[in-house]
């Protein structure tokens, strides 16, 4: 089983691995303090040891990026979000849990400012819950 996200993609070999390549590759780069993991059998990463985002693989027509405070708090999906998203990327799933999705390379490269835009308010947002 991979440990690391290079592990993960060298096992990858969907068609969907240049668009899992890039989303890998602008967190990397915009969120540098972020620690790689592999968890429920896909790319996580985390914030001081904290479950932050995972890329959602298992639908085959797309790639998404799950948004999540990890175990603790506990969700609530009546309650209000977490904030406002101003990037219209998040589909609210709870309070504290979101996901972006992106249907092909071309349409992720069409949003990439708004994706570190949405991903770094992420972990603004998130820190110390």
């Not at 620690?35 to 959602?56: S, V």
């Not at 990026?65 to 990037?87: F, M, N, Q, S």
Request: neutral net charge.
């Amino acid at each position: 089983m991979a440990k690391t996200h290079q592990e993960f993609m060298t096992g990858f070999g969907d068609e969907r691995k240049p668009l899992v390549a890039a989303l890998l590759k602008a967190i990397t780069e915009e969120c540098p303090t972020l620690t790689e993991t592999i968890k429920w059998n896909a790319p996580t990463f985390c914030d001081d040891g904290k479950d932050r985002m995972t890329l959602m693989l298992h639908k085959k027509d797309r790639v998404g990026l799950i948004l999540h405070t990890g175990v603790r708090p506990k969700e609530d999906k009546k309650a209000p979000h977490l904030y406002t998203d101003d990037t219209e990327l998040l589909e609210w799933n709870s309070n504290l849990r979101a996901t972006i999705t992106f249907l092909d390379l071309s349409d992720f490269t069409s949003k990439r400012s708004l994706f570190i835009k949405a991903v770094k308010r992420w972990i603004e947002e998130t820190e110390g819950l």
